[in-house]
C-alpha cells in the first residue's frame, strides 16, 4: 500500500529524489503551456472572428511558461523536455489533425476543455504542497486558465447542437489519453506530495462542470467520462 502523500512543511525541495521528480513535472506544464500558446494562435486562423481574443489567451500562455521556467530555476533544476514532449505527443498530433481538417470543435475541446481543465487540477492540487515561489506563480496562473476554459465553453454553448456530435467523438478519441497521462506521471506526482487520485477527481469535477456548462446533461456526462475508465 502507497503511503500517503507529504504536506508542503514536510518536502526537501532540494533534495535529489525531489528535483528528479521535478525535472519532470517542470518540464510537463512549462510544454503544456507552450503548446497552449501555438494551438491559441491556430485556433485563431481557424476563427478569425475571435482572433483578438485568441492571440490575448496565447501571449497570457507564453507568459505562463516562462514563470513555470523561472520556477525550475529557482529550484536549480533543469526540465527534461523531451519527456514532456512525449507526454503530450498524442493529444498535440490529435489537436495538428483536427486543426489541418478544419475540425474547430475537436480543437476547442482538445485545447479549450480537455488541456486546461488537466491544468486546472495539476494546478489546485500542486499550489498547497509548492514550493514559495512555485506557489505564487501557480496562483496567479490558475486564475488566468478559468478564463481560457470559460472561452471554449462559450463558443461551445453557442454552437451545441451542431457540435455535440463531433465533441462526444472528440470526447472518446481524447479523454482515455489523459489517464494515460496521469499513470505516466503518477510516481513524480506522488514525490511532489500530489495523489493520483485527488488529480483524477480535481480533472473530472472541472471537466464534467464545462461539459455541463456547454449543454450536456448528467447522463451525457456520466457516459462521457467512463470513456476514462477504458485507460484507466
Not at 476563427?47 to 481574443?53: G, K, R, V
Not at 478544419?102 to 486546472?120: W, Y
Not at 493520483?196 to 447522463?219: C, H, P, W
Amino acid at each position: 500500500m502507497q503511503q500517503l502523500a507529504a504536506t508542503a512543511a514536510e518536502l526537501d525541495f532540494h533534495s535529489e529524489t525531489y528535483k528528479d521528480a521535478y525535472s519532470r513535472i517542470n518540464a510537463i506544464v512549462i510544454e503544456g503551456e507552450k503548446e497552449a500558446h501555438e494551438n491559441y494562435i491556430r485556433l485563431a486562423e481557424l476563427l478569425p472572428e475571435h482572433q483578438e481574443e485568441l492571440i490575448r489567451l496565447s501571449k497570457m500562455e507564453n507568459r505562463h511558461k516562462k514563470g513555470f521556467e523561472a520556477c525550475g530555476r529557482n529550484l536549480q533544476v533543469t526540465p527534461d523536455m523531451q519527456f514532456a514532449q512525449e507526454f503530450f505527443a498524442q493529444l498535440h498530433q490529435n489537436f495538428q489533425k483536427a486543426a489541418e481538417s478544419g475540425n474547430v470543435v475537436t480543437c476547442l475541446l482538445i485545447q479549450s476543455l480537455i488541456i486546461e481543465c488537466f491544468a486546472i487540477a495539476a494546478y489546485n492540487i500542486y499550489i498547497p504542497v509548492a514550493d514559495d515561489f512555485a506557489r505564487k506563480i501557480t496562483e496567479g496562473v490558475v486564475k488566468d486558465e478559468y478564463s481560457h476554459l470559460n472561452f471554449g465553453e462559450v463558443w461551445l454553448k453557442k454552437h451545441f447542437e451542431e457540435s455535440k456530435t463531433e465533441l462526444e467523438q472528440a470526447n472518446r478519441q481524447n479523454l482515455p489519453i489523459v489517464w494515460k497521462m496521469l499513470n505516466a506521471v503518477e510516481n513524480d506526482a506522488h514525490t511532489l506530495a500530489m495523489e493520483k487520485e485527488a488529480l483524477v477527481e480535481d480533472f473530472m469535477i472541472q471537466y464534467g462542470e464545462a461539459l455541463s456548462n456547454i449543454g450536456f446533461t448528467t447522463r451525457d456526462i456520466m457516459r462521457m467520462s467512463a470513456y476514462g475508465l477504458t485507460a484507466a
